[in-house]
């Protein structure tokens, strides 16, 4: 088996993936919060996530991939505010969207993804052990993790005391015993439509202590990997990281991934900078097939820039397997020069899972298919493929369904989402009235002319 190395940014090197369980890897990354369409910098983390699960799963690993779905949060009040609706009703209404979105990317979901506001029982039982151990307290219906009561504190940012901000603003700051302190528990406060019970009276959880919550009850503590974006280094791992130590003594993750920002115009891709590319949108414009491209052809640490001449050159990078793939029949690749490609494409993957190198002997094997001539097996290609999820690149092409037939498909999908199936049925008739068919699959929906 090969060895498996990831960059693990407390140790700042690369380390290998030690598994607590010989053959089982658990991977919890933190997901978006539901107050508006997810954006291509989103959906990172995303597609880094599943497809890292993918290349483990390919070496013979049993993983747990794990994404939560954040929908509590002072966002998403401020935004169903806005709108004049229950921030419930957004939160449902956002988390409906973003597995719509995400499952266009076409690689299948995470194992679980667990909502905050079904994980307030375990936040509780978190918090109160913190304040037992002398690791928290209480003020005027807050909690707040006492800091400095955790020696190890900056162990995953490495930052300096003085440069730390918890970004909680002027909020609790006269409560704070030190403006260091970060919230575990928010008293209700007015004009918050959502409250939970708890030994310090109604009020909700700070957006930390539900990702610790969350990772603990589906896959233990001291599991394997534990990654999302480099923004949320610090605060949000830090504090994820100090409050699960604190409370059990062990720590939350073995390994803590990150991966680079998405750029749009040299500037982080962010709703706070107002620079951003709808996901939905982005995968209407370019396909699923160059999104997917146009990631792994930027190493997951490194920022990306989202770019016409990106884009352009995934797409390009598309049409050339597929071209390639036209003259190529199933069965075995020739002896004399594809186990080797391949082994090339597994080990970059193994290193720091690095999609670029990857590509690069991916690339180089359709070169020498392409020398070859018609009739090489593409069986080490598709194998190749399907762990960057894009195997369907081998694939005849579809017929491409008339743009009102692919409005109900997407309008289906909503329904599905929300759990209307009567509507989603209705929708799918529709389709077939105008003759296709919806076919289910792995990679998502497909259209396929009726019969
Ligand atoms: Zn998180």
Redesign the pocket.
């Known amino acids: 088996m090969r060895t498996i190395t990831l960059h693990d940014t407390p140790t700042g090197g690369l380390r290998a993936i030690e598994p607590r369980e010989p053959g089982r890897i658990g991977i919890y990354a ?1 997901g978006p919060t539901v107050y508006g369409p997810i954006h291509v910098g989103n959906a990172r983390p995303f597609v880094v996530f599943s497809l890292l699960k993918r290349f483990l799963v390919h070496e013979g690993f049993d993983v747990t991939f794990v994404a ?1 779905i ?1 929908d509590v949060n002072d966002k998403i009040y401020d935004a169903a505010r806005a709108r004049g609706i229950d921030s419930a009703q957004l939160a449902r209404e956002m988390a409906h969207r973003y597995v719509a979105d995400t499952d266009a990317l076409g690689l299948g979901r995470p194992d679980r993804e667990p909502l905050a506001s079904e994980t307030i029982g375990e936040i509780v039982e978190l918090i109160a052990r913190l304040v037992d151990r002398g690791h928290a307290y209480e003020v005027d219906g807050d909690v707040y993790f006492a800091v400095r009561s955790y020696p190890q504190y900056g162990q995953i940012s490495h930052q300096r005391v003085e440069q730390m901000d918890q970004g909680e603003g002027i909020e609790g700051s006269e409560r704070k015993r030190d403006p260091l302190d970060f919230a575990l528990w928010k008293n209700h406060k007015p004009g918050e439509d959502t409250a939970w019970e708890s030994p310090w009276g109604r009020g909700r959880p700070g ?2 202590i ?2 610790s919550a969350m990772a603990e009850s589906l896959l233990g503590i001291d599991f394997e990997i534990h990654g ?1 974006g480099a923004d ?1 280094i610090f605060p ?2 830090e504090n ?1 990281a100090a409050q699960t130590c604190a409370a059990r003594g062990a720590p939350l993750a073995r390994l803590w991934v990150h991966n680079g920002m998405v750029r749009l115009d040299k500037q982080k891709m962010a709703k706070s900078v107002g620079n951003i590319s709808v996901l939905r949108e982005a995968i209407e414009a370019h396909g699923r097939d160059a999104l997917i491209m146009y990631f792994c052809g930027g190493h997951y640490r490194q920022p990306i820039e989202f770019d016409e001449q990106r884009l352009e050159q995934a797409a390009a990078s598309v049409r050339r397997v597929r071209e390639a793939a036209r003259t190529m029949i199933a069965g075995s690749s020739p002896r004399a020069w594809s186990p080797a490609l391949k082994e090339q494409f597994l080990d970059a993957l193994a290193e720091d899972y690095n999609t670029p190198r990857a590509l690069a002997a991916l690339f180089g094997w359709v070169s020498e298919a392409n020398r070859a001539g018609p009739g090489v097996g593409d069986a080490d290609l598709r194998e190749m493929l399907e762990i960057l999820g894009l195997e369907n690149l081998l694939d005849a092409e579809p017929l491409a369904a008339p743009a009102d037939v692919r409005a109900l498909l997407a309008a289906r999908e909503l329904a599905r989402a929300a759990r209307d199936y009567a509507e989603a049925d209705r929708l799918r008739d529709a389709i077939r009235a105008r003759g296709w068919e919806v076919r289910d699959g792995p990679q998502g929906p497909q259209l396929l002319p009726g019969t």
């Open positions: 933190c939560n954040t957006w930390h539900e990702c999302g949320l949000h791992h994820e």
